[in-house]
């Protein structure tokens, strides 16, 4: 069974940019799709970006022009850059494959 691992959340303040990293146990070659997601406290967990394995993506309009999302397979890592900050997007950011199985998060806390 696949697992997932995030990394490379932080405290950033606005403006500023991360990159996570959402590492998986074994091969997502053949993994037709995979996203990240992100949850504040006391709310619903929210999608933010889907990677495909033909190459295509798609964007939240909330984080579209802002956050890109990337996959590696010969890595077997999704990727997830996120530029010009804001403190909206602060949250735990997780990574899914639909119907499979989800990482176990990690914190962006965007602050100045």
């Not at 070659?29 to 798609?58: C, H, L």
Request: overall charge positive.
């Amino acid at each position: 069974q696949v697992q997932l691992v995030e990394s490379g959340g932080g405290l950033v303040q606005p403006g500023g940019s991360l990159r996570l990293s959402c590492a998986a146990s074994g091969s997502i070659f053949s993994i037709y799709v995979m996203d990240w997601y992100r949850q504040v406290p006391g709310k619903q967990r929210e999608w933010v970006a889907r990677a495909r394995n033909d190459g295509n993506t798609g964007y939240a309009v909330s984080v579209k022009g802002r956050f890109t999302i990337s996959r590696d397979n010969a890595k077997n890592t999704l990727y997830l850059q996120m530029t010009n900050l804001k403190p909206e997007d602060t949250a735990v950011y997780y990574c899914n494959i639909p119907g499979y199985t989800w990482g176990q998060g990690t914190q962006v806390t965007v602050s100045s």
